[in-house]
């Protein structure tokens, strides 16, 4: 049987340029997400330029290397370029160029963007993909090609459009599952061999003092046996050097992006899984972005499940997980809590992500409880210092998070509960969070916007 995938896989070998030969103009083209952004193919796409019309390219969190198709088309001629989660280079690149925008999705549907864009495409506000491009694992000896370190919504954008082409990386580790984590070589169009690009790392980014004691405050809500989901940064990774210093035992791992703190929490012994209702003895994730040692260790990890982002993000799946701990961190949060984690501004800075899908399911999971963090302030290229606490939020500022989503807030001076809370109680608790040098100014437009009581007072 070994000797039939092989066949297959050199009747469907073909050069970058042989396979972007199937693209016509007016195609929809998804990318992979993450480091499964095709390299070689994306490249032979952005040399038809000259050939081709009204060509949509849809990604998410784009790293580098700059996906071509953006760079020898900044004006947005041929193709326009849509990121459904901004990274520092989405940022970069839309300033520069006229070809990227901004595509807002809830992380946890966006398989069923897939199904419904199939089923009844007038519900849904694009149409269904013509080309699937991805890079992936080199094949195994059973046909299948690995998505490695970027599940997501892989499979489905591979089986629902007209074509999947797969671009060979040997250095993407092979991701053990968990739910939907590879695709057989029988359900391929084509198979590019591409140049085995290094993968993109985050930088480590250093702690400071004020990440340090936003983590000490969430981490005196930590217990035993809790099932623990991290968003990106500083403060999650610090938080999880901090556990690995405690007496915690048995926690379990759930989350959306598997970070290098999960590798650091599991080797120290204090993340076992053997107390989770769903999947125990194993981290289940959806997509991981971090250092080498992270993909090193990602490599044949039976301690680790790689999951479709349904399974992992939607908030029925997450409500189901008991104990699940919520934290993630956030640009702003104003006098009512509504949260900003994504813009300043206009400006496009992340996404929302899986943000809502996991404050919402965290909070109805049977012991859990969801966290938002972010620093009370922020300093300026100036020098300048702003508090992240405002009255209300700029014009064309994004609420990634309603209020009456939010479980707890924290910053460097404390943890507050908001569910259920009357405005004037909600204004008094994120002022206490609050930096004491804004909180005056803060009360004083609590006063004016008719949320603060005679009554209220700040200790």
């Known amino acids: 049987m070994a000797s039939d995938f092989q066949r297959m896989y050199k009747e469907k070998l073909r050069t970058a340029d042989e396979a972007v030969k199937l693209v ?40 580098p290397p700059i996906p071509e198709v953006i760079t020898r088309d900044p004006m947005g001629e041929v ?77 489905l954008m591979a089986t629902l459009s007209d074509h999947c082409i797969v671009e060979v990386n040997n250095k993407i580790p092979y991701a053990l599952g968990g739910v939907g984590e590879r695709i057989h070589i029988s359900q391929v169009t084509y198979v590019v061999e591409g140049d085995n690009t290094d993968l993109a790392e985050l930088p480590v ?14 981490l005196e809500y930590l217990r035993d046996g ?93 409500s189901l997980i008991d104990n699940m701990v919520s934290i993630n961190q956030a640009l702003q949060v104003d006098l009512y809590t509504q949260i900003n984690a994504e813009s300043s501004g206009f400006k496009q800075i992340s996404g929302n992500g899986g943000m809502a899908d996991f404050v919402m399911g965290a909070f109805w999971s049977n012991g859990g409880r969801s966290f938002i963090c972010l620093p009370s302030t922020h300093t300026l290229k100036d020098g300048t210092v ?37 405005t004037w109680l909600r204004a008094e608790k994120i002022i206490s969070l609050a930096h004491p040098d804004f909180r005056d100014d803060l009360i004083k437009a609590a006063e004016k916007q008719k949320i603060w009581r005679r009554t209220n007072k700040i200790e």
């Open 24 to 63: 016509k103009s007016g195609d929809l083209i998804d990318y992979g997400m993450f480091n499964g952004k095709p390299i070689a193919l994306d490249k032979a796409l952005a040399a038809r330029k000259d050939e081709l019309k009204d060509v949509k390219v849809m990604g998410a969190v784009t790293i």
């Open 79 to 155: 193709f326009t370029y849509n990121d459904q989660h901004f990274s520092a280079l989405s940022r970069i690149l839309q300033e520069k160029c006229q070809n990227v925008f901004y595509q807002p999705a809830m992380f946890g549907e966006v398989e069923q963007y897939l199904l419904e864009g199939r089923r009844d495409p007038q519900k849904m506000g694009t149409s269904a993909r013509q080309f699937y491009m991805v890079q992936v694992a080199p094949m195994d000896k059973d046909g299948y090609f690995n998505w490695g370190m970027h599940n997501s919504s892989s499979y």
């Open 205 to 218: 980014i250093e702690p400071t003092e004020v990440d340090q004691k936003i983590a000490a405050n969430v």
């Open 226 to 318: 809790q099932c623990i989901q991290l968003g990106i940064g500083a403060m999650p990774n610090i938080l999880g050097k901090m556990i690995c210093d405690t007496d915690l035992k048995d926690l379990g791992g759930w989350t959306e992006m598997l970070v290098d703190a999960y590798k650091d929490i599991w080797e120290s012994g204090k993340m076992t899984g053997i107390k989770k209702n769903i999947d125990p003895g194993r981290i289940n994730y959806t997509f991981a972005l971090g250092g080498k040692e992270l993909y090193d260790w990602i490599d044949h990890n039976a301690a680790i499940a790689s999951c479709n982002v349904g399974y992992v993000n939607h908030p029925r799946q997450v």
């Open 386 to 422: 702003i508090s992240r606490i405002v009255p209300t939020f700029a014009p064309g500022t994004i609420t990634t998070v309603p209020r009456q989503m939010v479980n707890y807030i924290v910053t460097e001076y404390g943890c507050e509960a908001m569910k259920t809370a009357p």
